[in-house]
């Protein structure tokens, strides 16, 4: 029986950044969760087996957004082993922009698009409010 490591489970966060037709930014896209820790969320995922990291993100924005992305950038990768409470994940999160009025579905309850301004990371589950405090101090 070949060895098999117990490692972290993969995932993906993305920092939509919504714009209208006239590329006028209009804020960034927070989820509430259907399932546990239910709350206010970036949207994201597993990484699939199989499946690059930037494919999954592209992928999860898709299915709880109804939205195509095209990923701007690396924001970073959040590794804290409590990120999570129900197992040890590792998330690479990325800076994505969007166009159009994100719609919820898959994991997403709701899906409502913040003004940066207007935004309160103390309100976000997981690790989202240090992630969404990265990005704002790359602005």
Known sequence: MPFVPKTPYLTTDGIVEIYDNNETFLGIVLIKRKNPP???????????VGERVEEACVREMKEELSLDVEIKSLLGVYSDPARDERFHTVSVAYVCKAHGIPKAADDAKEAVVVKLEDLDTKRLVF?????????????
């Open 38 to 48: 239910i709350g206010w969320a970036l949207p994201g995922g597993f990484v699939d």
């Open 127 to 139: 690790d989202h409010g240090e992630i969404v405090k990265d990005y704002m101090k790359r602005l």
